[in-house]
């Protein structure tokens, strides 16, 4: 048995490697960078390093961690989870008390919760009279039994509480049932959420049922149509993609998956062979469920409606799929509203519509052009302002640029004329943003927080050489810094700059971790991953020195005249203001 399950499994994984599998990685310096993954942005701001094994998201979500926090944040799971996941990939053998973990117990007794509970909708379905009416539906539909069983389907009784009692007697608690969603809790009364409908159960990649969707047999007005599990410590409508247990070799398989709306445009093409559906649960198409498909296939297969909601919801999609390297293309069923009727009406048409999906950017240009067929001026620049936030939004420059080209050979205008356009639109834009002079700003982050970051990220780069060394150390102390995390991981870097000095050694970035507190580690981890995040604005180190100086003669002055005064404080107060004159002299004459 290895001492240390945890260390091991992080020294047999490359953090570059496993990362790169799921987000495309471009080298910058000695780090990597990427679109971050866990949030909608433009910029890169999710940062790797291969010498610290770490990684950081720098924009909205602000986290960061090894490689175990990355699968956590990536599948959605709890730190046994992902442990048990990495330690299965690198034959690491994990020992039961490296496994206790209070979150993933519930979420056992929650799968099974949720099997006994499948069981109970399919045995009612299958074998008892009540589910004579959902049979003759399926029967209604053409599914036959080896379809009903594949898919476990099963039926709710019209019944307050027959799957509550049955949970119970299966040994569940009541708090249990309830977290599970099956049940709803109101005015002291609780009772089955699904009653009177098909029930189609929801599993997960792993085959584990995480929820249940409920159709009614008869359409009515005021009932809805479908009712889904409500969000849970398992299902998450966001992450979920129905039938994806069955379908993910065959989308492995053919490098390709068609997406669809609804469960029986999932169930239909599979009971005819199309293997690679998966269907969302709505119109929308979020990026997690992009991130669960990309493990799979790079090609994504649209199959929505091509309504106004549809529409949005592919142009939802493209924003999503920015800067995870995904193909997209479009189904368009010009003979029904959906496959599940298309193949009912004519299988053979579908299967050739389907062999010739349109390329998603295309299908854009396309319907701008359809809106605006006239050869005029305005209807040249309608065209262009609409595909504009789709085209110029293009994270890959290859194909932005092929896309510009074929939108200029569509419509007749020169390449040139519609890059002047897309910069003037991006202008335009820039200029409704309040602008940061130096560093990109996040909401809450002090303007002088950021700088200190920046310094200090800089200084702890191998390759930093720099002149303005002597002049940092002699202007800065500890206390010039608004984080007191930051000052004292800048007084450990003074104090192991002069003793390679006088050693004469180089920095070496290991050696001066190992003089860190357990606690500023993950500091320090963050600020030297800053400089990857913030290489491109090239600032004036020499101005930001000077700045984080001024700031804290600011701070200190203002801090001596709350307090009564007394006559060392006031020659202090005039010492310290003939310092703050000095700096901004200083920074006057860098800033000419």
Same mark, same amino acid.
């Given at each position: ?19 790169? #599998? ?12 990427? *679109? ?42 709890? #730190? ?19 496994? +206790? ?25 299958? /074998? ?5 009416? $959902? ?18 389907? $099963? ?21 249990? *049932? ?17 009653? $009177? ?18 159709? !009614? ?26 039938? !994806? ?8 398989? =053919? ?44 090609? *994504? ?13 592919? /142009? /939802? ?63 040249? /620049? ?63 982050? =002090? ?12 200084? #702890? ?10 002049? *940092? ?13 930051? $000052?004292? !991981? ?19 970035? =290991? ?22 995040? +913030? ?20 701070? +200190? ?30 920074? !006057?004459?860098?800033?000419?």
């Amino acid at each position: 048995m290895i001492d240390n399950p945890i260390d091991e499994i992080k020294k047999r994984i490359d953090i570059v490697d496993f990362i790169n #599998f799921f987000v495309p990685l471009k080298k910058t310096g000695r780090n990597f960078k990427a *679109i971050c993954p866990f949030h909608q942005e433009k910029t890169p701001s999710f940062i790797v390093s291969p010498e610290r094994q770490i990684w950081h998201c720098f924009g909205a979500c602000n986290e960061g961690g090894d490689v175990i926090k990355f699968l956590m944040k990536w599948e959605n799971i709890t #730190f046994v989870e992902a442990l048990r996941e990495l330690a299965k990939k690198t034959g690491v053998i994990l020992s039961k008390s490296t496994l +206790e973990d209070q979150i993933w117990k519930k979420k056992e007794r929650l799968f099974s919760l949720n099997q006994k509970a499948s069981d109970f909708f399919h045995h009612l379905l299958l /074998k008892t009279s009540f589910g004579k009416q $959902g049979r003759e539906y399926l029967k209604k539909r053409g599914f036959n039994l080896e379809i009903t069983e594949k898919f476990t389907l $099963g039926y709710a009784p019209l019944s307050w509480r027959s799957l509550l009692r049955y949970l119970i007697k299966k040994g569940f608690s009541m708090n249990e *049932i309830r977290d599970s969603g099956l049940v709803i809790s109101e005015r002291g009364r609780i009772y089955d959420r699904f009653r $009177g409908r098909l029930i189609f159960p929801i599993y997960d990649m792993k085959n584990q049922i995480i929820g249940f969707s409920g159709r !009614i047999l008869k359409d009515e007005k005021n009932e809805a149509k479908y009712i889904n599990t409500p969000e849970t410590l398992l299902y998450r409508k966001r992450e979920t993609l129905y039938g !994806i247990h069955l379908a993910k070799e065959a989308i492995k398989k =053919k490098n390709e998956v068609y997406l669809v709306e609804g469960e029986f445009d999932m169930i239909t093409p599979f009971m005819m062979g199309l293997e690679n559906f998966v269907a969302t649960k709505g119109t929308a198409v979020t990026k997690e469920q992009l991130m669960l498909l990309k493990r799979l296939t790079n090609r *994504i297969n649209l199959s929505l409606d091509a309504d106004l909601a549809g529409i949005e919801a592919m /142009k /939802k999609t493209i924003q999503e799929s920015e800067g995870l390297g995904l193909e997209l293309r479009v189904i368009l069923l010009n003979f029904a509203k959906d496959p599940d009727e298309a193949i009912r009406k004519d299988f053979v048409q579908f299967k050739k519509i389907i062999k010739k999906p349109q390329p998603i950017y295309d299908f854009f240009i396309d319907l701008a052009i359809k809106k605006n067929p006239e050869e005029t001026a305005y209807a040249k /620049k309608n065209i262009v302002e609409e595909v504009a936030s789709i085209i110029d939004n293009i994270v890959n420059p290859i194909v932005r640029e092929f896309y510009i080209k074929k939108l200029s050979n569509l419509i007749g205008l020169s390449v040139k004329t519609i890059n002047q356009y897309f910069r003037q639109k991006r202008l335009a834009e820039k200029q409704k943003t309040p602008s940061f002079i130096y560093l990109r700003k996040k909401e809450g982050e =002090k303007r002088n927080v950021l700088l200190e970051k920046y310094l200090l990220s800089q200084l #702890f780069q191998e390759d930093f050489s720099s002149k303005i060394l002597p002049e *940092i150390i002699f202007l800065l102390n500890e206390k010039d810094f608004v984080i007191p995390a930051y $000052g004292k !991981i800048f007084t450990l870097y003074v104090e192991y700059q002069k003793e390679i000095k006088d050693n004469k050694k180089k920095f070496n970035i =290991k050696d001066f971790i190992s003089r860190l507190s357990p606690a500023l580690i993950p500091v320090f981890d963050e600020l030297y991953l800053y400089a990857a995040y +913030e290489n491109e604005d090239n600032l004036d180190l020499e101005r930001v020195v000077y700045e984080i100086k001024k700031n804290a003669l600011k701070r +200190e002055i203002r801090d001596l005249l709350k307090e009564e005064k007394r006559k060392e404080d006031e020659k202090k107060i005039k010492e310290l203001n003939r310092l703050l004159s000095e700096i901004e002299k200083k920074m !006057i004459k860098l800033s000419i």
